[in-house]
């Protein structure tokens, strides 16, 4: 199963949508974990690049509903590690990863947890101290 974060731009994309809006996204992410353990996605989630911007992927949630993400360092060795980074409507490929230092922050904070697995330190990826 992969593991997640999410940037905080994510976050307040998030809090504006409708309640309906968050349960068509929440379907979608349910198809989209399949989708990661079977290395591939069901087409109705239409996931994709997004053009102009190598690192972000897209997945469609709704005719208009759209979610930013892109690939991170493992952090549960041999599970993909999701960075959500924008929500909802097509306007968000303005600045579909959100701010450059919040993805530093995320890598860094994965990488970090990554390297503390490696060295015995942690079973838990979600260890409260992390």
């Keep these: 199963m ?3 974060d999410e940037l905080q731009r994510f976050l307040r994309d998030y809090s504006r949508l409708t309640p309906s809006q968050r349960a068509a996204f929440g379907e979608a992410v349910t198809l989209f974990i399949a989708g990661v353990a079977a290395k591939r996605f069901d087409p109705r989630l239409r996931v994709k690049r997004v053009q102009g911007a190598p690192q972000a992927s897209e997945l ?5 509903g759209r979610a930013t993400f892109e690939y991170g360092p493992e952090v549960c060795p041999g599970d993909a ?7 909802g409507t097509h ?7 959100g701010t450059r230092s919040e993805r530093s922050k995320k890598c860094a904070r994965a990488v970090a947890i990554t390297r503390i697995q490696q060295r015995g330190l942690v079973d838990d990826p979600s260890a409260s101290w992390l």
Excluded: G, L, N, V
């Design 60 to 64: 469609s949630w709704a005719p208009d």
């Design 2 to 4: 992969p593991t997640h």
């Design 91 to 97: 306007s968000i490929f303005s600045q579909p990863y």
């Design 81 to 87: 590690h999701i960075i959500w980074c924008r929500i």
